[in-house]
């Protein structure tokens, strides 16, 4: 079985990797617009809700994470 401390540095890579997931994505995103506009032949709005969406799913995400990280570390502080 893993140490906890094995198991809290993995716990602080993986938050470290999904944090980063979305800034890297509106970075990917942003100059990609023009490209899904002509690509899917579809108007300037409807290429600028991806964005949109983009960052509604990027704020619910995050907003999950800090719900199950806060549910674990109580968990974890319960149990010891």
């Known amino acids: 079985m893993s140490s906890p401390t094995v ?7 993986l938050l470290a990797v999904a944090s980063a997931l979305g800034p890297t994505a509106m970075q ?10 002509d690509t899917f032949t579809v108007s ?8 949109s969406l983009s960052m509604l799913a990027i704020a619910l995400g995050s ?5 199950t990280t806060g549910h674990f ?8």
């Open 63 to 67: 907003r999950w994470e800090r719900f």
């Open 44 to 51: 300037t709005e409807i290429a600028q809700l991806t964005l």
């Open 7 to 13: 198991l809290t540095k993995k716990l602080i890579v």
């Open 73 to 80: 570390l109580i968990s974890t502080a319960a149990s010891r």
């Open 28 to 37: 990917i995103l942003l100059p990609a617009l023009p490209v899904i506009q």
